[in-house]
T-cell receptor, first 113, second 112 residues
Framework: NAGVTQTPKFRVLKTGQSMTLLCAQDMNHEYMYWYRQDPGMGLRLIHYSVGEGTTAKGEVPDGYNVSRLKKQNFLLGLESAAPSQTSVYFC????????????FGPGTRLTVL | SQKIEQNSEALNIQEGKTATLTCNYTNYSPAYLQWYRQDPGRGPVFLLLIRENEKEKRKERLKVTFDTTLKQSLFHITASQPADSATYLCALDNTGRRALTFGSGTRLQVQP
């Protein structure tokens, strides 16, 4: 079991460029999440999904889009990157039913110049 | 507004002592609370979950308490070791969203 994997690990973008971050999990989890982590601010929820084909907004969704076409994959897109989106992005997954642990990926460090 | 507060200052303790970390929250009524450990450059790793009707939960050298009246959780590591040095995050369920809201974490440094 690879658990939760994220691609890429590092990326540098110029302002206005677009990119997609890929999250994959092999645990057959229903729920998947995208967070960003900035110094002193902890993890903030961007978008999440409670099942294939569903997505919902989290705490800081502006500037991001997501898609969950397959149960095992959750994509996070930046259509026009801004320096404020420089951050470390974490994906997580969780089995359905609530009150369960979230499993996190290793993170993607994104810098927008 | 809703807020989760963890001590932003690092906690430095001597090996063998008990580390106690605090998580306070306002304007939440969580059904459960979780604690995670995060090492530099890595994603958080789940440690413990405690439900609103539980006062205390233990796992090996870890103990968590949950006081819904005080709106506070305490996280204890007994007989601390240098390997326990990490950032510890508390997280509350965001009722109805099936998602967690995280505190900003407290960095623990255990000196040998």
């Amino acid at each position: 079991n690879a658990g939760v994997t994220q691609t890429p690990k590092f990326r540098v973008l110029k302002t206005g460029q677009s990119m997609t971050l890929l999250c994959a999990q092999d645990m057959n989890h229903e729920y998947m999440y995208w967070y960003r982590q900035d110094p002193g601010m902890g993890l903030r929820l961007i978008h999440y999904s409670v099942g294939e084909g569903t997505t919902a907004k989290g705490e800081v969704p502006d500037g991001y889009n997501v898609s969950r076409l397959k149960k095992q994959n959750f994509l996070l897109g930046l259509e026009s990157a801004a320096p404020s989106q420089t951050s470390v992005y974490f994906c997580a997954s969780m089995v359905s039913g609530g009150a369960n642990e979230q499993f996190f990926g290793p993170g993607t460090r994104l810098t927008v110049l | 507004s809703q807020k989760i507060e963890q001590n932003s200052e690092a906690l430095n303790i001597q090996e063998g002592k008990t580390a106690t970390l605090t998580c306070n929250y306002t304007n939440y009524s969580p059904a459960y609370l979780q604690w995670y450990r995060q090492d530099p450059g890595r994603g958080p790793v789940f440690l413990l979950l405690i439900r609103e009707n539980e006062k205390e939960k233990r796992k090996e050298r870890l103990k968590v308490t949950f006081d819904t009246t005080l709106k506070q959780s305490l996280f204890h590591i007994t007989a601390s070791q240098p390997a326990d040095s990490a950032t510890y995050l508390c997280a509350l369920d965001n009722t109805g969203r099936r998602a967690l809201t995280f505190g900003s974490g407290t960095r623990l440094q255990v000196q040998p």
